[in-house]
Every structure is written in C-alpha cells, then in structure tokens.
C-alpha cells in the first residue's frame, strides 16, 4: 500500500484526483439505511483500489438535516447517525494509512437553528442575536422582510421570529446565516479549522466560499440581477455574493493551515462570475484550490470545452493555482443524465441543473458513452480532478423518485416546482442482489432514499466481473495518470474537426469527438486507453481517447 509521504517538488494537492464522499449514501455500517463512517471505513480498500488520492467527505457533524448535514448544530462532534468521534478518528488514521488523505466539508456561511449560538439568539440572550443577520422588518409592522433577497431554495432570505424581528437564510430557514463581521465569529471558525487539522485531517472543502460578507446595509438586490437565485446561476453583481470582504476571511485560515506540517489546503465551493473572480480566491495567501464549474456547465460540445478548459487554465494560472476540474457533485444533475439529452450550443445553466427536461426522454447509454469521454478528458488535463461517488459507476440521475420520499428543501421551498437534487444521491449500489444492493449488510433494510430497481446492474460487483465496465476504465485511467499525464506539461492544441476537442501533453494526446462521424486517428498512433471498445485508427462520435504518437 501506498503510505502518506509528502512527495518532492509538486505538492500532492496540485495533481490530485479527489473522490467525494456523500456519505449518506456512500455505505451503510450500522444497518440503518444511511451512510456511515463505519461503512466508509470498511469501503477504503475499494478507494484504494479505485487509484485516488484523496477523499471529500460532505458534512458528517450533528444536523437536524434540514439540508443533508449542511446545517451544522455542532462543529467539533459527529451525527450519530454517521458515528462518533472515535470512529472519525479512526478513519483518518485508515485513510492514510492507505495512502489517502481526508478532506472534509466546513460550512461557514450559516449554522444549523438548532446551534448553540442560534437558540441563544432565538432567546434573546444579550449579544447573542449580533452573531446573525437579525433585522426589523419593513412596511407597516415590519410585515415586510427587510430586503428583497430570495433563498437560493426558493422563497424569501427571511423568516420572521416570534418578537416580529427577522432573520437571514441564503438557503433553508433552518440554515441561518452568520454574521462575519463579528470578531466571536472569525475566531470560532478559526479555532474549529485546528480542531480538525489537529486530527490529522488534510483539509477542507468550503461550502458556499462567496457567501459569508453581504454588502453592507444588505441593500435590495437590483431586479435586473434577479432576486431569484440558484445554486449555478450567474450572479454577478448581487450583494448576497462575492464581496471583497470574503478575502480577509481567507488570509486568515491560510494562516492556520500554514501552522501545519504536513501541508494543509482548502478548496473553495465558489459560484462566482467567471474565472478572473475565481482567481481572487487563489491568491498566493488565500485559498489552494477552487472548483472551476464551468466544466461541469458545459454541453456535449467540443467547441464550448475547449473554450472553457482555455478559460480555466489561464484563471488559475495567473495566480500560480492548479485548475481544478469536476464534472459533477451533489447538487447537479449526474453527468450521464446531463448528456443524455440534446445540448444546447452555451454553458449551461438553471435550466438544466436538474433534468428539468420533462418532454424529452432520457438516452442513458447515450449520456453514458458521453460520462465515460468527458472522464478521460477530465482526467487528461493538468491540475487537480474531483470524482462524484458513482460517477466511477456510470450512475445516472433518478428522475422518477415518487414525491413523498423527497428530502431536499428545495422541493417544499420552491412550492413543489423543482424537484431538487435526491434525484444524484441515491445510496450506492454495491452488489448485484436485491435492494439495498450491498448498501447495507442488512438485507431489505429501507434506504434514506429508495433505490430504483435496476440498481443492481450498475453495482460495483456487476462492473468488477465486465473488462469493459465504467468503473475498470476509472481504474485503468487513474493507473496511467500518474506516469502519463502528471507531469506532462501544458495543454497544446491540435486543429483536427469541429467536433473534435484534441489537444498534446508532451508525447501524450487526448481526443475527444462530441460530432456524430467517426474521425481518422493520427497515423501511427498507440491507443493507450479508449472510452469505448475497439478504437483503432478511427474514434466514433462521443468516445474519446489517450493516444501515443511518436
Ligand atoms: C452548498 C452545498 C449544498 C448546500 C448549500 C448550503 O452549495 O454544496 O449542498 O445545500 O451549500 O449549505
């Protein structure tokens, strides 16, 4: 097994492929039908076998689970649900003893209302309301909420309390946010940060990175911006978002990484208006890394991916930051379902965040053939690279949940008009047998959500069995990517066909073609990995491959 070492001149986090663990749905260890850090613990030797640096776990801490676990009542504990401390402990311990390291998901944009901090503040205890965003309404009474911001769930940002005052919530009523200009709320997160690096943990994923600092006065947002919000809408120009005071914020966790040996990095959850923004946060003294979602908002296209593979690349590089690539998480549509209908000629944008397609079916294996390519592109590219759980297994987006099991806020917030995201956090199906499929040990044991019943089909055991299955060519992809693309230098491209997106590393090329004619190969050409069977001279439409050319 590998073990953890910090290795020379490249630091890990600059070329490393990070799985996600959602792990409410990722394995079951306590035969209750969710996820569990037990169950994770006795699935690391499948990531380890799977070839990946590193794991994101969502957030595991105490939530009444108004929104999955990102609403946090305690920060230095586990939810029962999902173990305790010791188990937490443990698995770090594992992880890296098989050479994986462990991020895990700080939420400060808001706590759960059932925190400390927000029942004390709900009680009016002296000094305990200035931690949020409490404000007077307005109108007659202060009926109206104090400004025109929408919940990024749907609804209105505010939810009045029992004395008539307001509070604001970007996302869920249970998910209030916090006041970071209040120096009790620096220092807390602060010290939450050493908690966990004291742990032996390597980092964290910042949830909602460009929400903490509202402009002050928290004006109205101009209508032109649209007060609606979403989670991948452009929101440039919105005094909800992005402000410049979210950087300060950042030196100063840098400052407590920095503390650590071995090294400690962040990357940020950050929706911001395009990659000059971005940038900002990947400053030499703020922030590591930072999803660069215009990949994953991109079409089945290959002029629309160069442009944005180009655009991401120069981002990062003008602050000496890797690109950092995802082409899908748990609040998007899964990639297969994304591809699985036709595509526009733009990035994509709310209207496509969920399969809101309701009049055009599905082609899933169509969408899969497009998964397994966009993989292999996603994983041909310099910088560092996130895996969804499942994304290894081809799974698609479940459409058709019947509505009563729904769990996302969403679906009630928006008055039952979108359906939210459970549709790509169904529990993982682990073996070929009936439901849970592995999930559980405990046979017919009811999962968190249901899970449909072809899941079998996709099952880890199902693919191990197939040669040609989507989890052997991960595994295939991430063996090579270490000797053949790590240190391969920048991306050169080749003008081959409209349809096609090619480009060179060093002696290394990937091609991809989104047009619907097989296109000829460089003559001479080794096929080192294909995302479809039998490419040799020529590559069919959506099946793209890693090339040796003398
Ligand atoms: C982030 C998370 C999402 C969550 C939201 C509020 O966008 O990825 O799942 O609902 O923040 O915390």
């Not at 504990?77 to 700080?106: C, F, K, M, N, S």
């Not at 930051?321 to 748990?330: F, I, R």
Request: glycine share 8%; charged share 25%.
């Amino acid at each position: 097994m590998r073990s953890v070492v910090p290795t020379a001149e490249v630091p890990w986090w600059q070329t490393a492929v990070v799985y996600q663990v959602y792990i409410r749905s990722f394995a079951d260890g306590s035969e209750d039908g969710i996820g569990d850090i037990a169950g994770l613990r006795s699935r690391l030797p499948y990531l380890a076998s799977l070839g990946v640096d590193a794991v994101w776990i969502n957030p595991w801490y105490p939530s009444p689970m108004a929104d999955a676990g990102y609403d946090v009542a305690d920060y230095r504990d586990i939810e029962p649900a999902y173990g305790t401390l010791a188990d937490a402990t443990a698995l770090i311990a594992d992880a890296h003893a098989a050479g994986i390291r462990v991020l895990l998901d700080i939420v400060p944009n808001h706590t759960s209302d059932q925190h400390a901090w927000f029942r004390a503040a709900l009680a009016d205890e002296p000094g305990a309301r200035q931690r949020y965003l409490f404000r007077p309404g307005r109108g007659p009474g202060g009926v109206e909420p104090p400004n025109n911001w929408q919940s990024v769930f749907g609804g209105p940002a505010w939810t009045r309390v029992a004395d008539g005052s307001w509070y604001l919530h970007l996302f869920a009523p249970g998910q209030p946010d916090l006041n970071w200009d209040h120096p009790e709320v620096r220092a807390e997160f602060e010290d939450i940060l050493a908690f966990w690096f004291d742990r032996g943990v390597d980092g964290f994923r910042i949830d909602v990175a460009h929400g903490l600092v509202k402009a002050a006065g928290l004006p109205d947002a101009d209508e032109s911006v649209g007060a609606a919000q979403s989670l991948v809408e452009d929101r440039a120009g919105h005094p909800a978002w992005d402000q410049e005071g979210v950087h300060e914020i950042y030196r100063g966790w840098r400052a407590v990484a920095d503390r650590y040996t071995p090294e400690r990095i962040f990357i940020a959850e950050a929706w911001v208006d395009g990659s000059e923004r971005l940038a900002r946060y990947l400053r030499p003294d703020e922030l590591h890394t930072a999803f660069q979602f215009d990949f994953l908002r991109s079409p089945w296209r290959a002029k629309v991916l160069r442009t944005v593979i180009d655009d991401a690349i120069k981002g990062a590089a003008s602050v000496g930051a890797p690109p950092t690539w995802v082409l899908s998480n748990h609040d998007v549509t899964r990639t297969v379902t994304r591809f699985a209908r036709s595509q526009p000629g733009h990035l994509v944008g709310t209207d496509w965040e969920r399969g809101r397609w309701a009049d055009e079916d599905p082609d899933h294996e169509l969408g899969r053939r497009r998964a397994r390519a966009a993989a292999l592109v996603q994983l041909a590219l310099p910088g560092t690279a996130y895996v969804y759980q499942g994304e290894e297994l081809a799974l698609e987006e479940v459409e058709d949940l019947p509505d009563e099991v729904r769990q996302d806020p969403t679906w009630a917030q928006s008055g039952f008009t979108d359906v939210g995201r459970d549709g790509c956090r169904i529990p993982l199906p682990w073996t070929e047998t009936d439901a849970p499929y592995g999930f559980s040990s405990r046979p017919g044991v009811v999962t968190w959500l249901p899970q449909p019943a072809h899941w079998g089909r996709h099952s880890v055991q199902a693919q191990e069995r197939d040669p040609d299955s989507t989890l052997n060519l991960y595994r295939r992809a991430l063996q090579l990517r270490p000797a053949v693309w790590r240190d391969a230098g920048p991306v050169q491209w080749l003008d081959v066909a409209a349809d096609v997106a090619a480009f060179r590393r060093a002696g290394t090329q990937c091609w991809v073609n989104t047009g619907d004619r097989a296109v000829a190969l460089p003559a001479g050409a080794a096929v080192l990995l294909a995302s479809t069977a039998g490419v040799r001279d020529e590559l069919p439409p959506d099946a793209a491959a890693w090339l040796k050319v003398e």
